[in-house]
């Protein structure tokens, strides 16, 4: 299987918490890796598809069987996500991954309030499609920012609410498209 590998640099290094399949815990990356697989894949051993596919260290990895996908700048940061759904939130192969970069400081808390607001984003999107699932099993978020101390990135703050809006109004149109 030869699957497409897209990469996106994200020109710093950002300190990054994911539940995409690469890299684990809390590290610093600085690029974007999607890896676009056949929906037939079926792996036993996927973290260990995701390095062959995409041996670079300081990546944050995404797999998906999802085709659409963008990449944008903004003035809070740096904005990825791939979409794609089957008529339920049980099918794994169609994905929604998305990885926001903050170009503020932020600590773990923060991260993990970023965490938060990028999750309730993508259900709103669902929401505002007519769907009656807020995701898929499979999907994948990735979070990341400057070192700081700022506690509070959530739907409440200026910029959460910014993130947000930016996340939904990217998975509606992606999601259009399908």
């Known amino acids: 299987m030869n699957p497409k590998v897209v990469r996106f640099n994200l020109g710093t290094d950002y300190i990054t918490l994911t539940s995409a399949l690469y890299p684990e815990g809390i590290i610093r990356v600085n690029q974007i890796c999607s890896i676009f697989v056949d929906k037939s894949y079926c792996s036993n051993n996927p973290w260990s598809d995701v390095i062959d596919w995409c041996p670079y260290k300081s990546a944050v990895i995404f797999m998906t069987a999802a085709r659409d996908y963008t990449f944008k700048e903004t003035d809070w940061g740096k904005l990825f996500v791939s979409a794609g759904i089957g008529e339920s939130g049980e099918d794994a192969g169609c994905t929604i991954n998305i990885g926001v970069f903050v170009n503020k400081g932020l600590n773990v808390n923060g991260l993990v309030d970023l965490i938060r607001t990028v999750t309730e984003a993508k259900a709103g999107a669902l929401r505002d499609l007519g769907y009656n699932f807020t995701g898929?099993?499979?999907?994948?978020?990735?979070?990341?920012?400057?070192?700081g101390n700022e506690y509070f990135i959530g739907p409440g703050t200026e910029l959460g609410k910014r993130i947000a809006f930016d996340i939904r109004k990217t998975i509606v149109e992606l999601l259009s498209k399908s």
């Open 136 to 147: 898929t099993v499979s999907d994948a978020v990735a979070v990341g920012s400057l070192p």
